[in-house]
Antibody, heavy 119, light 107 residues
Framework: EVQLVESGGGLVKPGGSLRLSCAAS????????MNWVRQAPGKGLEWVSS????????YYTDSVKGRFTISRDNAKNSLFLQMDSLRAEDTAVYYC????????????WGRGTLVTVSS | EIVMTQSPASLSVSPGERATLSCRAS??????LAWFQQKPGQAPRLLLY???TRATGIPARFSGSGSGTEFTLTISSLQSEDFAVFYC?????????FGGGTKVEIK
């Protein structure tokens, strides 16, 4: 079955760190660019970060630049998001999403993992 | 950066009726526009890409049109399972961007 499964979410204090993981299965992970998209409670979707197949191209939304780091391990079919200096406004469900071949729209989504930043 | 604006924010439609949702880009995105459907408690699902191409398994009652800055998602005859929030997304330029969403509710 083609799927993405996120893990690593939880409750963290402001200024803390968290590392999200996304396990891919059912497709050739190394052939697809990958992304993180988040959704604050009751709000819309917000693109967070993207990484190309070989990690040569990496992009971030301005609000997370310098605090979040996206990475991938093609040998382990895994995507990661290291989140440092977390703020209350980072509270959201974080979705792992696979891009389409050659285009940056989100063709496959995981079920998401909730990150709550609160003291 | 490109700003995506969806209208209306919410729409009340009776089952069997047509729904028309709009998405506007602050600058041209060519045809690099996708539409997603999200039901409560679920992840988004890709409906359309390239402004008008249905994703695998998407019923023909979902159609898209437009290019440049103006786009439309039409649901020709709403079924009970179609009531949800719909988002557009441009992938023509960085940063990638979503619209704010349109909630389609049962009238």
């Amino acid at each position: 079955e083609v799927q993405l499964v996120e893990s690593g979410g939880g409750l963290v204090k402001p200024g803390g760190s968290l590392r999200l993981s996304c396990a891919a299965s059912g497709f050739t992970f190394s052939s697809y660019s990958m992304n993180w998209v988040r959704q604050a409670p009751g709000k819309g979707l917000e693109w967070v970060s993207s990484i190309s197949t070989g990690s040569s191209s990496i992009y971030y939304t301005d609000s997370v630049k310098g605090r979040f780091t996206i990475s991938r391990d093609n040998a382990k079919n895994s995507l990661f998001l290291q989140m440092d200096s977390l703020r209350a406004e980072d509270t959201a469900v974080y979705y792992c999403a696979r891009a389409a071949a050659a285009y940056w729209y989100f063709a496959l989504w995981g079920r998401g993992t909730l990150v709550t930043v609160s003291s | 950066e490109i700003v995506m604006t969806q209208s209306p924010a919410s729409l009340s439609v009776s089952p069997g009726e047509r729904a028309t949702l709009s998405c506007r880009a602050s600058q041209s995105v060519s045809s690099n526009l996708a539409w997603f459907q999200q039901k409560p408690g679920q992840a988004p699902r890709l409906l359309l890409y390239g402004a008008s191409t249905r994703a695998t398994g998407i019923p023909a009652r979902f159609s898209g049109s437009g290019s440049g800055t103006e786009f439309t998602l039409t649901i020709s005859s709403l079924q009970s399972e179609d009531f949800a929030v719909f988002y557009c997304q441009q992938y023509n330029a960085w940063p990638l961007a979503f619209g704010g969403g349109t909630k389609v509710e049962i009238k």
